[in-house]
């Protein structure tokens, strides 16, 4: 392993283990992917232990970061796939939703990350450019990399609780009984060095 990939190694695992501290349900995505190392329905139900996180990056130190959504991570996100889902969300959607944190993509795309909510379904495109990752899916989360570029967070904002399911939602909506109110962000202040990137995003609407 070279220099460089020890350092990224040590990076991924603290931000691991950041992520689980603070509630959210991590899974392996493989080196510079976005598919997952295994099955991992198992995490759609409970949060990996610490020592399994550590003996899992020793096995996979250079694995990307997916973060399990929905009821156990206490995250819902809105998924919107480069410039034509930003255009999608400003024009129709920005003015229904409180900002929120927000991660940018290798792609150019944005993850707006709220409050578990559970009257949204895991699905793609009710809009143009926008997909839900809710109960049973995932997202690659920072500094996870693909295609030798890393995800980054662009607004530490706490998760927002969205009030309303939009109409443009609920053609596939599958409502499930939440849990008890949670706030899974902030991360840890021990959060590596990545968050040194962090810049705050212009309120309400994206942009790139």
Request: aromatic share 8%.
């Amino acid at each position: 392993m070279t220099p460089h990939g020890a350092i990224k190694s040590k990076q991924l695992l603290a931000a691991e283990l950041a992520y689980n501290a603070a509630g959210i349900s991590t899974i392996l995505i493989r080196h510079n992917d976005k598919r997952p190392i295994g099955a991992w329905a198992e995490f759609q139900k409970r949060l990996r232990t610490r020592a399994e996180i550590i003996a899992g990056r020793k096995r996979y130190p250079l694995a990307n970061i997916g973060l399990v959504c929905g009821n156990i991570s206490g995250i819902t996100v809105l998924d919107l796939d480069g410039q034509k889902g930003l255009t999608t969300f400003n024009t129709h959607l920005a003015h229904l939703f409180p900002t929120t944190r927000t991660h940018l993509t290798p792609s150019g795309g944005h993850h707006l990350v709220f409050k578990y909510h559970p009257g949204f379904y895991t699905g793609a495109a009710f809009l143009e450019g926008v997909d839900i990752r809710n109960d049973g899916g995932y997202i690659v989360a920072p500094p996870s990399v693909f295609e030798g570029k890393q995800y980054q967070v662009i607004d530490q904002t706490i998760p927002a609780d969205i009030t309303t399911v939009p109409i443009e939602f609920k053609r596939r909506t599958t409502p499930q009984t939440p849990s008890a109110p949670r706030t899974p962000f902030p991360i840890p202040s021990d959060m590596p060095r990545m968050l040194d990137m962090v810049q705050m995003a212009a309120p309400r609407k994206v942009t790139t």
